[in-house]
């Protein structure tokens, strides 16, 4: 397993998780195993690993650099699968943790080829799967200006939304953007005043990224899963990279801590609730020296809950 990259938030997962050496966990983004790398140097011969990932290049990697791991089972799927896969596993309430590193990889950041980066030249794709479902740039050649705006508002809080949608389409009736530099230049020719550190078209770059592989979604699936997976005790950690997953976690969390909240004049008393999670510490971020050395690490949370018996 050489050559493992070391990923976001590496230490803090591994305390958060307590890795029991018999224990059975999931790693719903295997990536390029930096933390199934790490939770399996924990785990004893009875120990075992899920992971999950749809990314080609990812299941490659697995089976070059794990291909003699007998405790690893990978699945081809999104996280989103992770209940059903559980229960054909035959693991449903006894996973001890469940580790969820959202958002896009290094690797797949670097590879041009995959279109995810405006920072190097490539074709306008974005898909993690890449052999499933349409690219940002077929979407954007055909959708409507209405339909691009909502996205790049909806999941990039991107302020000047409209703007770009319009320019997006005034464009493709000459040439269809074909390249992620051509997309990031005419981003960066309609937003006024970017003279900011962050690049005029980070916002649109994220909405489209989670729009194509509909990340919250599976996100929204994949949360009430984890609980029923989880044993007695047993630990979910979850690292977002923008406050739009950040929000969706930390209100589950709450709302399996707290249960329904009913109006307060409602003249109704349910049964007390029982919690199924409990919220473990305050939301961990990378130390300063973790960003110096990985600056993609800047906007990273880790929110930990713990199963209730």
Not at 92 to 100: C, E, Y
């Amino acid at each position: 397993m050489g050559g493992i990259h070391r990923p976001v938030l590496r230490d803090q997962v591994l305390d958060v998780l307590q890795i029991k050496q018999d224990g059975l966990y999931v790693d719903g983004t295997f990536g390029r195993g930096g933390h199934a790398a790490a939770i399996l140097e924990r785990l004893r011969a009875d120990g075992r690993l899920l992971a999950f990932d749809k990314d080609p290049a990812a299941l490659a990697y697995a089976a070059a650099h794990f291909d003699r791991e007998p405790r690893l089972m990978m699945r081809r799927a999104s996280f989103g699968d992770l209940g059903s896969v559980v229960t054909e596993l035959g693991w449903q309430g006894k996973v001890d943790g469940i580790v969820l590193d959202l958002g896009v990889s290094s690797p797949q950041l670097d590879d041009a080829r995959r279109g995810f980066s405006f920072q190097h030249e490539g074709p306008l794709d974005m898909r993690m799967d890449s052999h499933a479902g349409i690219t940002a740039g077929e979407w954007l050649a055909a959708a409507p200006a209405e339909e691009i705006a909502d996205v790049l508002w909806r999941y990039g809080e991107e302020r000047h939304s409209r703007r770009i949608a319009r320019a997006i389409v005034a464009r493709r009736e000459h040439a269809p953007l074909s390249t992620t530099t051509e997309l990031a230049q005419l981003i960066a020719s309609v937003v006024p005043g970017h003279g900011g550190k962050k690049h005029p078209a980070t916002r649109s770059f994220q909405a489209i990224r989670i729009f194509i592989n509909d990340e919250l979604r599976d996100l929204e699936r994949v949360l009430p899963q984890t609980v029923d997976a989880l044993a007695a005790g047993g630990r979910l950690a979850v690292i977002s990279f923008h406050s739009l997953e950040d929000r969706m976690v930390k209100r589950f969390i709450r709302e399996q801590q707290r249960g329904p909240q009913l109006p307060p004049d409602l003249p109704v008393r349910g049964r007390a609730y029982a919690p199924t999670l409990r919220a473990v510490g305050k939301a961990l971020r990378p130390s300063a020296a973790e960003v110096d050395a990985n600056p993609r690490a800047r906007s990273a949370v880790l929110r930990v809950a713990e199963r209730a018996a």
